[in-house]
């Protein structure tokens, strides 16, 4: 188990940045706490860790917090007051999904809480001149454990990113021996975390924190120490422990991937996902923090690039507020029109609502802008999901805190972080037909949404309560199906003791209605060691078919989902295994192939040295074609331009494998409840054949 991550009132103060490493004042404001609201602080920051964290309004120290400009901005010579700490925390907290995250923070200060998982966090803009220069982030990796009486321990095997081969993060030199520029990781744990630093271990000097000595201080040798990061919870550390890992050579520039396509920046720039057109152009979205195709108007813009059938890029276009702006999904309509959806925090598509915003919108096939639409709450709001039917109607999906299309059904306090799942229907031009919110008290989170030709539309993802049946472990896999009109005809949860997360949604030509994530139990087989992949199939009546699970001894993990014209299955994700292929490093893609049947036909696994992910982009819509698309901060595809870069690549998987599986677990007639799982994994460093080719829809 990860230690206690809040313990002394030492901790809590430099989290806010308002003492240095030894309990001194670092600015003039040498005023303290009181036992109450050193008591509030830790209530604060412990409920974030929670199953359902929320935010009183009675809180002392929220409410000292309202009256002082004490949270440094990040911005030279400004400070941040928070005039409404519940509010204003929605836009400051970033909270990852419960698996696998690559979570990037802004330009400003940060609390980044990624719950469980085996994450990468940065809370910098690398591509800047001196990245973290003025910032305060706050870096929680989350719990370790599954809880809930899971049978399978999961340590959270988190990595902080505080350098690259070019820089050191937070050198800026600001205040007192860098006191106004750093990380705070409260619950990294040696054991199974790692740091990422610049250079080499003879650039940094360890202290203890405060004259407890609870806790260690990275000092950078700048030449005079320069804080770096707090790690409160870790004491005895050594600087050639092997939680310490040093960048200082830059990635192979020689590409992992043949024909394969690299798009980057200095900067952060995400692939998410993938698309095709009825004459075989492929159309990548994600965000970037860089300058992709114009300046970067805020920290974050979101992104769509078009390429034709043989890998050229033929434009891209970068959209994007002040604020941050990022797209996670890719739909198309019957006449080509693209469209994209995701979040924003400024007015992308109409007038900002709260901190989070959904947001969709629709491009011709020549990047024209025809039509934005930004909806939401007071509080957050996600679309992580958009799908197109025949007559143009455009769906969109993903959770909300606030009432979207209903009242939450979780806390009644003034902020709450528990969430629901949402459903919304737009006509053609941009207008509500109808939203449809659903959920219990805890967490309930959708990820993927798909229409038939019927007017209905399927959606998926997890929830830690009793959304459709009886609650089998803390995340549940979920299914659902509602009609032309919002009304849902039916819910599925399914799950194990452990965790089960449904990620993606696809039907065949038949009606049926497959997903797609991964899980720690025994799902759809026996559990090959950590998390395990998990496919399922349901009928259009809710009656679950079969489940299939793959996996290694390491961590695999399906996210995405799709179908070709002859009914074969696809899935990819992340392996840190060998699950199709030798693991070229970190974590590698996969991608597997399945028949309707449910039986694998083919797995392909492919990456760089470094980390190489494909989270929800994948598209079949060929025959024995696949398209792919990720991020990577190696060379998979290009020469690395910077940091993280997209790519996307093709393959037939003609050079995969075919590992040893179990056969699917079949139910006979009518289930609600059902059990899937997933894993994360890597692979092998020889190239794979793969191109980009033409395909059709």
Not at 82 to 110: A, H, M, Q, R, Y
Not at 154 to 167: C, E, S, W
Not at 180 to 193: C, E, M, R, V
Not at 286 to 303: I, M, V
């Amino acid at each position: 188990m990860k230690a206690s991550i809040f313990t002394t009132a030492n901790i809590v103060l430099a989290t806010l940045g308002i003492v240095g490493v030894e309990v001194k004042p670092a600015t003039s404001q040498s005023f303290d706490f009181s036992d109450q609201e050193k008591s509030d602080i830790r209530n604060f920051l412990s409920s974030i860790s929670s199953n359902n964290p929320t935010i009183s309004n009675n809180n002392s120290f929220l409410n000292r917090l309202s009256a002082n400009p004490i949270v440094n901005s990040g911005t030279s010579g400004s400070s941040q007051t928070l005039d409404n700490i519940l509010t204003e925390f929605i836009t400051v907290l970033k909270i990852g999904t419960p698996g696998t995250d690559v979570f990037v923070g802004d330009s400003g200060n940060n609390i980044i809480f990624t719950r469980t998982g085996n994450d990468i966090l940065l809370g910098v803009d690398p591509g800047a001149p001196i990245p973290g220069q003025g910032e305060i982030d706050i870096l929680i990796g989350g719990p370790d454990s599954t809880n809930e009486g899971a049978s399978i321990n999961a340590p959270t095997r988190d990595r902080f990113l505080l350098g690259d081969q070019k820089n050191p993060y937070y050198a800026g030199g600001q205040g007192f021996r860098g006191n106004k520029d750093y990380a705070l990781i409260p619950d990294f744990d040696p054991n199974q975390d790692t740091i990422r630093l610049h250079g080499d271990s003879s650039k940094y000097t360890l202290a203890p924190i405060g004259a407890q000595k609870n806790g260690t201080a990275i000092f950078l040798n700048n030449p005079r120490p320069d804080l770096i990061a707090l790690l409160p919870a870790a004491s005895g550390l050594s600087l050639d422990g092997d939680y310490f890992e040093y960048d200082n050579t830059a990635p192979s520039q020689e590409p992992a991937l043949e024909n394969a396509q690299q798009l980057g920046s200095a900067s952060v720039d995400i692939g998410f996902n993938v698309g095709t057109d009825s004459v075989g152009n492929v159309y990548v979205t994600g965000w970037t923090q860089g300058d992709l195709a114009q300046s970067n108007a805020g920290s974050q813009d979101a992104y769509i690039a078009k390429y034709n059938s043989e890998g050229k890029v033929q434009w891209v276009k970068q959209l994007g507020t002040s604020g941050e702006d990022r797209s996670f999904d890719i739909s198309f309509d019957s006449n080509d029109n693209v469209y994209i959806a995701g979040t924003t925090t400024g007015n992308l598509g109409g007038p900002v609502v709260g901190g989070d915003d959904a947001y969709f919108i629709k491009l011709d096939s020549n990047g024209n802008k025809l039509l934005s639409k930004q909806y939401g709450t007071s509080q957050f709001d996600t679309a992580f999901a958009i799908d197109v039917d025949n007559d143009g109607n455009i769906y969109t999906g993903g959770y909300t805190t606030g009432d979207l299309g209903g009242v939450n059904a979780g806390s009644d306090l003034p902020i709450t972080l528990s969430d629901d799942s949402y459903v919304a229907k737009f006509d053609s031009n941009g207008n509500q037909l109808w939203a449809k919110q659903f959920g219990t008290p805890e967490y309930d989170e959708l990820y993927g949404v798909a229409a038939d030709n019927n007017g209905n539309v399927f959606a998926t993802g997890f929830t830690t309560g009793k959304l459709g049946e009886e609650h089998a472990g803390l995340y549940d896999g979920w299914l659902t199906k509602l009609d032309s009109n919002g009304e849902q005809l039916w819910i599925e949860q399914f799950g194990t003791s452990n965790y089960d997360f449904a990620w993606d949604v696809a039907l065949d030509s038949s009606g049926n209605v497959y997903s797609t994530g991964f899980t720690l139990g025994s799902l759809g087989g026996p559990n090959a060691g950590y998390y395990d992949a998990f496919l399922v199939k349901y009928d259009t009546d809710g009656n679950q078919l079969w489940t299939q699970q793959i996996g290694t001894s390491g961590s695999d993990s399906a996210f995405a989902i799709d179908i070709d014209s002859n009914g074969v299955i696809y899935i990819s994700g992340i392996t840190d295994g060998d699950l199709g292929g030798i693991n070229a490093g970190l974590n590698d893609v996969f991608v597997a192939k399945f028949d309707s049947d449910g039986n694998l036909l083919m797995t392909e696994q492919f990456g760089t040295p470094e980390d190489d992910f494909a989270f929800f982009g994948i598209d079949a819509q060929q025959a024995a074609k696949v398209y792919l698309a990720g991020f990577t901060d190696g060379s998979l595809g290009g020469a690395n331009a910077g940091s993280f870069d997209a790519w996307v690549a093709s393959s037939s998987l003609s050079a995969g494998s075919v590992p040893s599986a179990p056969e699917p677990t079949t139910i006979l007639g009518s289930l609600a409840t059902l059990m899937f799982g997933a894993r994360f994994k890597k692979r092998l460093g020889k190239k794979v054949h793969t191109t980009l080719s033409k395909k059709s829809t």
